[in-house]
């Protein structure tokens, strides 16, 4: 294969020959690029304003659009959808309803029909599961609150003379209390007194929860990205002393042999929103876990404009450690989410230091979560509704979402814009991710931290059996130089080259941000 490649880059044909495997529809779920899509603001097809079902499956085929020999879409081959339950509030990470979908987005069949257009297209679907905590609404948390003794122990309930052992009806986590007064009664809420937690040490609980992700598997999804996943434990809940990170590991593990038992393909992903330290605990139970110490560390190199906390080395000893500890886990790089400020940011609204993260993660081992928009260089800050603003469609387009305003983004480039536009982000990103399809080591290579003394430099190499891959970055602001002869290799041929760095005799020339990707025979 390699002898193939290297004869095929004399020729400067190999772009073309190599796109086999990209968007394979046989591609297993924990395999890819996904999506992660606040339905809310992606794309409205009934002219309501807001977002829903049938405006995604009308959009499918931006994202992706099944046909694995052309390139014109995004070409991820997943996607998560932020909650889609009944829920009171705008986001719906608090459900009334475990087992329907909220007639904001559409009916349950609008659901199906979603499930059977992305299959067709090799895309995976994810749904947010959010089983830490209901809506204060929901019927089982009412019943509870008019004394239903059943109901009121699906939640955490507790009174002055009740609370015994580690309960403290004055705890505060985050700054507010998690103890919520109601008469007599205290409830036990992590996130606010709108969400009240569920009691996992409560059997019915477990059996619903079980239920719920068999109800949702049987529809056909893919997966669960798992909402709060270390809080379903939580600081000052219980009275017993328990060790919380074990106690939330060993109900995830019923968990997965539960889903696994039902679609043996089944993902779990996971926010452990926690240092690379404690979301190694948890690598026995879940198939993806969002990588956030990473995501911090890239956006601090980048701002700083030097690798002086080597990045490659933390990443080095991250995935050595999981080697040792899971034979499951897949990392996800991300660079922002929805609880996050939009990339570009967080990186002083620096179009080509954002080109250039995107470069950086999307090179990276695991299964990289692209956020909505963030492949326009949409921007945003919080409060929260400003960092899940409407896609850009374009106003002339019909699908554009108006739940809320578009404040940072009245004068961000629309779809048509930028595909009209060979200097776009969008089509960064499209040529990014069609990269990772094209170069085996990319997409499934292993991690080699490159060995460079110049802290302007993030170095590092992906390799399979036949196929190996040097990318290098400079992350600074002045230009450098890496000499390829350090890899004792006989020869590298540059496949990628971003912001004008060049491959001349053996030697990479990399101009202030700029980044090469190179195979090495
Ligand atoms: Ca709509």
Not at 383 to 398: C, H, K, S, T, V
Request: contains cysteine; glycine residues 6%; negative net charge.
């Amino acid at each position: 294969m390699k002898r193939i490649i290297a004869i095929l880059l004399a020729m400067g044909m190999v772009l073309i020959t190599l796109t086999g495997c990209t968007k394979d529809p046989e591609r297993l779920p924990k395999e890819g690029v996904y999506y992660e899509i606040f339905v809310r603001a992606f794309a409205d097809s009934d002219g309501d304003g807001i977002g829903d079902f049938r405006g995604i499956i009308d959009k499918l085929d931006y994202l992706n659009d099944g046909d694995p020999e052309t390139t014109d879409d995004l070409g991820v081959t997943g996607i998560w959808l932020m909650p889609i339950m009944p829920a009171p509030s705008y986001h719906k990470y608090d459900t009334t309803d475990y087992y329907n979908v909220d007639d904001e987005y559409g009916s349950l069949d609008d659901f199906k029909d979603l499930l059977k257009e992305c299959h067709k297209r090799g895309i995976s679907v994810v749904i947010d599961l959010v089983i830490n905590h209901t809506s204060i609404q929901h019927p089982w948390f009412v019943d509870a609150l008019a004394g239903d003794p059943t109901y009121r122990d699906y939640y955490n309930f507790t009174t002055e003379a009740e609370a015994t052992g580690e309960i403290d009806l004055n705890a505060t986590v985050w700054g507010h209390n998690v103890w919520n007064k109601v008469g007599d009664d205290y409830y036990y809420a992590i996130f606010y007194d709108q969400q009240p937690d569920l009691n996992f040490e409560n059997e019915a609980v477990r059996q619903e929860m079980l239920d719920v992700a068999s109800f949702w598997l049987d529809l056909g999804v893919d997966g669960f990205r798992l909402d709060a996943a270390k809080h379903l434990y939580g600081d000052y809940e219980y009275a017993e002393d328990f060790n919380l990170t074990e106690k939330n590991v060993e109900w995830w593990e019923i968990f997965r042999a539960h889903v696994l038992s039902e679609n043996e393909n089944a993902v779990l992903v996971a926010e452990v929103w926690a240092s690379s330290e404690e979301v190694q605990k948890y690598v026995s139970v879940f198939d993806v876990m969002f990588n956030f110490d990473v995501a911090e560390d890239l956006i601090q190199m980048l701002v700083a404009g030097n690798n002086e906390s080597d990045l490659a080395n933390e990443l080095h000893y991250f995935y050595k450690a999981l080697e040792n500890t899971s034979d499951i886990y897949v990392d996800a790089p991300f660079l922002s989410n929805h609880d996050q400020n939009r990339i570009i940011n967080s990186l002083s609204l620096d179009k080509e230091a954002n080109k250039q993260a995107a470069v950086i993660y999307l090179t990276f081992p695991g299964v990289p979560f692209v956020y909505y928009g963030e492949e326009l260089g949409m921007k945003g800050t919080k409060p929260d509704q400003y960092i899940r603003q409407p896609f850009l469609w374009g106003e002339a387009d019909g699908y554009e979402t108006t739940w809320v305003d578009k404040r940072y983004n009245k004068t961000t480039p629309t779809v048509d814009e930028q595909l009209a536009d060979e200097t776009s982000m969008l089509l960064h990103y499209r040529e990014l991710i069609q990269l990772r399809y094209q170069y085996e080591a990319l997409l499934s290579g292993d991690f080699e931290a490159g060995r460079t003394d110049n802290n302007q430099l993030l170095a590092y190499k992906r390799n399979t059996e036949d196929q190996s891959v040097l990318v290098v970055h400079n992350v600074s602001y002045q230009d450098t130089i890496y000499a390829t002869d350090s890899l004792g290799s006989d020869s590298v041929s540059l496949i990628y080259s971003y912001n004008g760095a060049e491959l001349v005799n053996g030697e990479l020339s990399l101009p202030a941000n700029s980044s090469a990707i190179v195979i090495v025979d």
